[in-house]
């Protein structure tokens, strides 16, 4: 998948939607950070010069901080693809069953993590069975999923808005590609306000990351 399959997809769901506003200097320059900073890219390079720019354009440094940990948190999508295969094949081989009702502590944690809160409609939908899987295999995980990948967004620093563009971006960069987080990200971009414009900054910013070369 390129990242021109995913700005395709974009603009299908952008159909009809107003141009709206370009993202202000702040925002281009976290959302740059970033990708720099995300575990696919780390560029240090590029990292220097996003943070340098964030904090000329009057970003706090909770604000950079808070956004270094969005990014951080693209190390779970390797539970996001596994967990349902893992759960998959230790049922082909007899050793989970993955009908089997969830224990106490698991359904005190579907209750505390999940419950019937609407946000996770749209994970469902893209994600179908990971939550569940995660679970099942190991109850410490998905407790730790929740609460890491909450603190960016607990903190508040930085508007939920420029942390989902900052986040679709994440998943749109030519090392990821990342289509489930990049749908589920866009949409909520959408429902925050964000317009074509800022949308399609955000996937500009995304093409423009490096690959990874290598930290020293």
């Not at 021109?4 to 959302?31: F, K, N, S, T």
């Not at 900073?37 to 720019?53: E, F, Y």
């Not at 969005?70 to 082909?92: D, R």
């Amino acid at each position: 998948m390129s990242i021109a399959e995913l700005g395709a997809e974009a603009e299908a769901l952008m159909a009809g939607m107003p141009e709206g506003e370009a993202l202000d200097p702040q925002a281009v320059a976290l959302i740059k950070l970033a990708t720099a900073v995300a575990v696919t890219s780390l560029d240090r390079r590029q990292i220097i010069q996003a943070i340098g720019q964030a904090l000329d354009t009057g970003a706090t440094t909770a604000q950079v901080q808070e956004i270094i940990g969005l990014a951080s948190g693209l190390g779970v999508h390797s539970l996001m693809v596994s967990s349902v295969v893992v759960l998959h094949e230790a049922a082909s081989r007899g050793i989970a069953d993955p009908g089997a009702p969830l224990d106490i502590e698991q359904q005190m944690l579907w209750g505390k993590y999940v419950g019937d809160d609407p946000f996770w409609a749209g994970f469902f939908e893209e994600m179908p069975g990971f939550l569940e899987a995660m679970l099942r295999l190991s109850p410490d995980i998905f407790a730790g999923f929740f609460d890491y990948c909450a603190i960016p967004w607990r903190s508040g620093a930085v508007r939920a808005k420029v942390k989902e563009l900052a986040a679709l971006a994440c998943d749109a960069t030519p090392s990821h590609r990342f289509r489930p987080g990049f749908r589920v990200h866009l949409k909520n971009a959408i429902k925050l306000g964000a317009g074509r414009t800022a949308i399609l900054q955000a996937l500009d910013i995304a093409a423009a990351t490096p690959g990874h070369t290598g930290t020293e």
